[in-house]
């Protein structure tokens, strides 16, 4: 993809934030705010303590920058969300390694790497107990958080070369949670590559249980077929985890794995103690396309009931209901071009023509963490085709991105915001906005109540990476180094 010449810098881009009708929350002083969970906290909502509002928003500028030298596959550098808890940064970048950074001003506290350890990612840890919470593309860690001292690791949990971990774990109760998926740094979907959710014992490492997402058996033919795994952190509540599960795969080929190919694009509920499955939702059964059902389940309420909120590559959202598993409502977010129920007619005996793009593509759709709060989703979403014949090419040409928000009442649509580039950054919310960060490294606020676009940034290169917000700070990364600027980890200040 080329990338365009962009403007650096901030800006105010409305002048309507005044008459704003959601109002801003009490907001967080610096220093008493933290986001200490990959997705913010249990229920995945990337709802931060902030004092940053749409009043306040242009006063937010660049308090320091370090340089993201670490490198994953593509030469992609970060797609972590960072965590930010009591004076320090906490990140892990695509090579694994972990940094602790002093908040006021960016200097390295201290680094643990592992070498030869490179991620696709999304990866990065969880803060939890006075320990940092991560993986390496084969095995899980514990890390002392003021030191940065190792405190365990876990036996390898990769059962072979075409396996790997690429999420940030989730951390409950005394038990890490943490997932494989079929494939790594160097290769995807190789046949044999299965995904396993572990639940790990958080004070020594050791396996407690663990669930296979797909069976070993990858529906009778184990060295053609993969599948399955959990690329983003679960939702933990009581006693219950859910998580969203991914792909099966070959694709679009998928005459080696007739039927619904259980349990990938799947929202799974488990009892949190045993790994015993209490229900499954799967929204997409038989999937040929590389649709994973990827993004972090999140949990919330809505008319009267607990509810999960799922979303994927298929560029759909759902609202399931907690206790059942029942599906509520199903809405299509995004660019969609007729391909929907082509799962259903190669179930069926009628394996569609595959002439043409077909959107989403396989980069496109819901592709990183949606953010909910008071009663509404906001999704980003990238719209991006891909042409499967005569093999698989993604069509940057025309790529762009949205930011919607969803009534979880209803399903229904509320606001639909374009952007010119992919929205790969997920959804933050901070009070009366919604922040997220696109392809072409801009750094966007939207406001939450008609999803205007309210302020802007220009990042120093391109990026893939989300942010967190705590008090009046705001961490993200420019990830993607190429001709026109080198990758960094920012932090914004208000004032």
Not at 167 to 184: D, H, K, L
Not at 195 to 218: M, Q, Y
Not at 223 to 230: C, E, K
Not at 404 to 420: H, M, P, Q
């Amino acid at each position: 993809m080329a990338f365009p010449a962009t403007r650096r810098g901030c800006l105010a881009v409305a002048l309507s934030i005044a008459v704003a009708t959601l109002a801003a929350g009490p907001g967080a002083a610096a220093g008493t705010a933290a986001w200490t969970a990959p997705n913010g906290d249990l229920d995945n909502t990337r709802v931060a303590t902030s004092s940053i509002t749409a009043a306040n928003v242009s006063s937010l500028k660049v308090a320091w920058k370090v340089p993201l030298t670490g490198v994953g596959a593509d030469d992609y550098r970060f797609a972590a969300t960072p965590l930010i808890a009591g004076g320090v940064v906490y990140t892990q970048d695509l090579a694994s390694t972990v940094t602790a950074y002093r908040e006021s001003n960016g200097s390295v506290l201290w680094t643990h790497a592992f070498p030869d350890a490179p991620s696709a990612g999304p990866n990065g840890v969880t803060l939890a107990g006075g320990r940092l919470y991560g993986a390496t593309p084969t095995y899980a860690f514990a890390l002392d958080a003021a030191t940065g001292s190792l405190v365990w690791r876990s036996v390898t949990l990769t059962r072979n070369g075409h396996e790997g971990i690429d999420m940030a774990p989730t951390v409950a109760n005394g038990i890490v949670y943490v997932s494989t998926v079929p494939g790594n740094a160097s290769s995807f979907y190789a046949g044999g590559g299965i995904g396993r959710l572990f639940a790990l014992d958080a004070r020594t490492g050791k396996v407690r249980w663990r669930f296979n997402t797909v069976p070993a058996s990858l529906w009778g033919k184990p060295g053609v077929n993969a599948g399955g795994g959990v690329w983003y952190s679960p939702a933990v509540s009581g006693n219950a985890v859910y998580a969203d599960i991914g792909n099966p795969a070959p694709f679009p080929n998928a005459a080696s794995r007739p039927g619904p190919n259980l349990y990938t694009d799947s929202v799974v509920k488990l009892d949190a103690s045993t790994g015993k499955l209490i229900w499954y939702r799967q929204v997409l059964p038989h999937d040929l396309y590389d649709w994973d059902l990827e993004a972090p389940p999140v949990l919330t309420t809505a008319g009267g009931r607990s509810i999960v909120v799922a979303a994927g590559k298929m560029g759909d959202v759902y609202g399931v209901d907690a206790t059942t598993g029942s599906l509520l409502w199903k809405t299509p977010v995004g660019i969609h071009d007729g391909h929907d129920n082509d799962d259903e007619q190669a179930m069926d005996g009628s394996p569609p023509s595959l002439a043409g793009v077909v959107y989403p593509g396989s980069y496109g759709g819901v592709l990183t963490p949606l953010a909910v709060a008071d009663g509404v989703a906001y999704v980003p979403i990238v719209d991006l085709g891909t042409a499967w014949l005569p093999q698989e090419t993604q069509q940057w040409s025309s790529a762009a991105g949205e930011l919607d928000a969803v009534e979880l009442d209803t399903g229904k649509l509320l606001w639909s915001t374009k952007l010119a580039s992919p929205v790969f950054g997920a959804a933050t919310v901070s009070n009366d906005l919604v922040f997220t960060t696109t392809f072409a490294g801009a750094l966007v606020a939207v406001s939450r109540s008609n999803g205007r676009v309210v302020w802007r940034c220009e990042l120093p290169t391109s990026t893939n990476a989300p942010l967190a917000i705590a008090g009046n700070v705001l961490v993200t990364a420019a990830s993607i180094p190429h001709d026109s600027g080198e990758a960094e980890l920012i932090a914004f200040r208000l004032g």
